[in-house]
């Protein structure tokens, strides 16, 4: 219920002002009555607005953020890519439908103290976790811009967490999330403006192919991983032909659970149908499986809970050569966390844990405390 509560309650915000809602439906309008200065632009495209997109983005992970809240080295390094394909179309004025398609190529170059390579697994050209969603702008004010509405995301398990071998490397959590947020745009100039976002992303529980704990293999266990809640802050300034944002993000996860499997023993009392005589045997019965908190290992030995945080700038440069084109370059740079590999070994022996790694480390310390995540390039255009 403490899931589906924050969607009842969004949901009806987001319907209740009917009047705003029947003016959603407005005049058609088309790309080129779009404004084309950055700091002009609402959160919703136009009517009939298409844009699509294609775009590279890569990480290396080979450092996170531990329990004490330091730069530490991740068990594995991996070194992650990832093309994106997607687009966002505005079928009324103030309603926005998006997709976004990752294909990943992925491989864990793990090697010993002596440079030897430990595990080499590999995924090439595989499906991740697509994203889908729908924005709708519930205000917006022109000269100056003032745009606000609500968005809807939902995170497909297209992804496989397990793809049936160790020796290859995973491409999605195999989990799904909603999340829902409020998103707002205020043209503070003509050159500058500010954007905001804040949300709660619920991340529900799953049935994953492939878990092991406590040194026994489990199949089709079930793994939940800890819902997050964000805010974000956006300030764009922009040319007619070039603009440049930078995004200030803090999330803070809640701690992650896993179904655990529970067994008893029982003695059983039968009777022998050759012999007639009632014997006695002691049996494994299942008591079925529940979900505990899945404790992390803090540096000094002892186990603490999964929640996190993480806080993150990411610069990012947008081109526009013509009014239908635009080319994107950013960069994710992590300034600050707590316990940001969402699940750890519990035991020194978990093939799960190491399999997970891919979309949990953060990415590559380039100075002292500054973590590089993902960065990439995109080409958009607009029809």
Request: charged share 20%.
């Amino acid at each position: 219920m403490n899931r589906v509560l924050p969607l009842l309650l969004t949901l009806g915000v987001l319907l209740s002002p009917s009047q705003v809602f029947a003016a959603a439906f407005e005049d058609h309008s088309s790309w080129d009555t779009e404004p084309r200065l950055e700091t002009e632009k609402g959160i919703s495209k136009g009517m009939a607005v298409l844009e699509m997109y294609t775009g590279m983005r890569f990480l290396w992970s080979e450092n996170y953020f531990n329990s004490n809240g330091k730069v530490a080295d991740a068990p594995h390094q991996y070194d992650m890519m990832y093309m994106d394909v997607g687009w966002h179309f505005g079928f009324t004025e103030n309603w926005t439908f998006w997709t976004n398609i990752p294909i990943v190529w992925s491989e864990d170059s793990t090697t010993d103290a002596a440079g030897e390579l430990i595990y080499d697994r590999k995924s090439s050209g595989k499906i991740g976790d697509a994203n889908t969603g729908i924005i709708y702008q519930f205000f917006r004010r022109n000269d100056p811009t003032i745009s606000m509405g609500m968005g809807l995301r939902w995170k497909l398990p297209t992804g496989s967490e397990s793809p049936g071998a160790n020796s290859l490397n995973i491409t999605g959590t195999g989990t799904t999330d909603v999340e829902l947020s409020f998103l707002g745009r205020l043209q503070l100039f003509r050159y500058m403006a500010l954007g905001w976002a804040a949300g709660y992303n619920i991340r529900f529980p799953e049935t994953v192919q492939y878990i092991i704990d406590r040194h026994t293999s489990i199949t089709n266990a079930g793994l939940d991983l800890g819902d997050e809640i964000y805010a974000q802050l956006d300030i764009i300034a922009a040319f007619d032909y070039m603009a440049f944002q930078l995004s200030g993000r803090f999330t803070y996860r809640r701690s992650s659970a896993l179904a655990i499997a529970e067994y008893r023993a029982e003695t059983i009392r039968w009777q022998n149908p050759a012999t007639g005589e009632v014997e006695e045997s002691e049996m494994l019965l299942f008591n079925g499986a529940r979900y505990q908190d899945w404790d992390v290992v803090a540096p000094n030995g002892d186990k603490v809970s999964s929640a996190g945080y993480i806080f993150t700038l990411t610069p990012r440069l947008i081109l526009r050569p013509l009014e239908w084109l635009d080319i994107t370059a950013f960069a994710q740079f992590h300034l600050m966390g707590k316990n940001t590999r969402y699940l750890v070994n519990k035991d020194g022996n978990n093939a799960t844990i190491e399999n997970f790694e891919p979309m949990q480390v953060l990415g590559k310390e380039i100075v002292g405390g500054l973590i590089l995540g993902e960065f990439g390039v995109a080409i958009t255009g607009r029809y």
